[in-house]
């Protein structure tokens, strides 16, 4: 079955220290999103990719970094210069044009 | 620019009376509009796209969304509301002549369904 996986569901963190979340797809999508979602704003873009190597900032980059070494995978890192991490991290791939398909979600409480 | 408006932050139904959540979108060109569903601590769900063709677009678990280029509108609808249908419904947005193909979320309607 094809699809996304986020991992892990649940993450906590000392405030301070950076993070990774993961994300993996085997949808064969080349395109793969990182969004924040806070109670009331919706999903706000992070970063994106549309091809391996290759990806750029969103509305919300700052304090958050990526790699796309990979076609399937698309890890982000929160760090410490993220003001306030505390949030539902949704990762999602799609082909161009077409709805994005998500993952669960990541919960990443920082402390 | 694209941009998108759900102007209810909840909208509060009886089970088995019809349900609308409003949608209503701004783009430079022509829009590509979908809507999406979120049940708790998990990610999004594709309900139904606009992309051309008929205004009147069906999609999963009997819900319709009509397009209205005039009034630039893409409201979501049900005939009759189930207990179950009760989630986050995010209505997007993606101008096909922007040149971007990131779509703009709104900000989601939380959709109540009383039994």
């Known amino acids: 079955d094809g699809g996304i996986t986020q991992s892990p569901k649940y993450l906590f963190r000392k405030e301070g220290q950076n993070v990774t979340l993961s994300c993996e797809q085997n949808?064969?999508?080349?395109?793969m999103y990182w969004y924040r979602q806070d109670p009331g704003q919706g999903l706000r873009l992070i970063y994106y990719s549309q091809i391996v190597n290759d990806f750029q900032k969103g509305d919300i980059a700052e304090g958050y970094s990526v790699s796309r070494e990979k076609k399937e995978s698309f890890p982000l890192t929160v760090t410490s210069a993220q003001k306030n991490p505390t949030a539902f991290y949704l990762c999602?791939?799609?082909?161009?044009?077409?709805?994005?398909?998500f993952g669960n979600g990541t919960r990443l409480t920082v402390t | 620019a694209q941009s998108v408006a759900q102007p209810e932050d909840q909208v509060n139904v009886a089970e088995g009376n019809p349900l609308t959540v409003k949608c209503t979108y701004s783009v430079s060109g022509n829009p590509y509009l979908f809507w999406y569903v979120q049940y708790p601590n998990r990610g999004l769900q594709f309900l139904l796209k606009y992309i051309t063709g008929d205004n009147l677009v069906k999609g999963s678990y009997g819900f319709e969304a009509e397009f209205n280029k005039s009034q630039t509108s893409f409201h979501l609808k049900k005939p009759s509301a189930l207990v179950s249908d009760s989630a986050l419904y995010f209505c997007a947005v993606r101008d096909i002549t922007g040149g971007s193909y990131i779509p703009t979320f709104g900000r989601g309607t939380s959709l109540i369904v009383h039994p």
């Open positions: 999602a791939s799609s082909v161009e044009g077409l709805p994005l398909h």
């Open positions: 949808l064969n999508h080349d395109a």
